[in-house]
């Protein structure tokens, strides 16, 4: 299924309200109240488990409340995730390279920079969250140096802790988009990533989030990010340095993971400090991030 949380636009009350996307992908189906014991959120479908979900498709053609694209603001599909968004840094090889803040001597190829032995992990605020289409606030960056960060999100649904690998599919929910916009100079000056990661606005989410079971193999899925319609990042999942289940295996060790936990994997090559000179973001800029079959996270720049 294709779920995404959304406002109205006409007759907008303010409520987020949950919906489905049927295939074709042309109108979105209220699932909020719409039948007996029916989810009142993404978080609470996730609750709901494997059931939840079966009761949701299987209402799904027969339910009253249809609304065009038109007449729907998608918000992230968790507006205000229960907790901090889990943040994985240097999962890409040629990504290690490019951030790694060592200046190359004149005339010389930057050194290589050995890959993390064990996973990086750092959070971003859930106050940095914001949906399609909604502005990144690059004017609360004082350093000029917000950058963009395209990457697959993972959603986990039955959590638990002391996950292993091989087990480790089985608690996927489904995927997502998070753009992992990044205050460059904050996130070098403060040492510990969080500040610079946890701006408002700084953790774009969505558009939707397609289950597990419509996605079988998630290591050929492709991670593209463009800005201004220029393509800057085009990587593919089957690279990570640390794969998803070594993921959940790693963070759920000693800490128990919580159904609607989001795990943004790691970005490719082709963040806008990975050029020179760099290539940050600027107000009136647009990012796309594309990953089929979720689709595009479109945010503009303000
Ligand atoms: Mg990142």
Redesign the pocket.
């Known amino acids: 299924m294709r779920l995404v949380t959304f406002r109205r636009t006409r007759n907008d009350d303010g409520r987020a309200r949950l919906g489905a996307i049927p295939e074709g992908g042309q109108e979105v189906v209220e699932l909020s109240g719409a039948y007996l014991n029916a989810p009142r959120s993404m978080l609470d479908l996730v609750e709901g488990g494997a059931e939840a979900l079966r009761v949701a498709a299987l209402n799904l053609a027969h339910l009253p409340k249809r609304y065009s694209l038109s007449e729907v603001r998608l918000l992230a599909p968790f507006p205000m995730p229960r907790r901090n968004i889990f943040?994985?840094?240097k999962n890409y090889r040629e990504h290690v390279n490019e951030v790694s803040f060592i200046e190359p001597k004149e005339g010389e190829q930057p050194p290589r920079v050995d890959a993390p032995a064990h996973p990086v992990v750092f959070t971003k605020a859930t106050t940095a969250v914001i949906g399609p289409d909604a502005a990144i606030p690059s004017w609360l960056d004082d350093t000029d140096s917000t950058d963009y960060?395209g990457?697959l999100a993972v959603v986990i649904g039955r959590g638990g802790r002391g996950i292993a690998a091989a087990d480790a599919m089985d608690h996927v929910f489904g995927y997502t988009i998070v753009n992992?916009v990044?205050a460059r100079r904050l996130q070098k000056r403060h040492g510990q990533w969080f500040v610079g990661k946890s701006l408002d606005g700084f953790c774009p989410m969505g558009p939707c989030i397609v289950t597990a079971d419509e996605i079988p193999d998630v290591s050929q899925l492709k991670v593209q990010t463009r800005v201004n319609h220029d393509l800057r990042q085009n990587g593919c999942v089957g690279d990570l340095i640390f794969d998803i289940p070594t993921l959940i295996e790693t963070l759920s060790r000693g800490m128990t993971l919580l159904p609607g936990d989001i795990i943004?994997t790691?970005?490719p090559a082709g963040v806008g400090m990975g050029f020179d000179p760099y290539r940050f973001l600027e107000p009136g800029d647009e990012v796309e991030i594309t990953i089929e079959p979720i689709g595009t996270l479109r945010n503009p720049v303000a």
């Open positions: 943040c994985i840094g960060e990457e992992d990044t943004a790691g970005t």
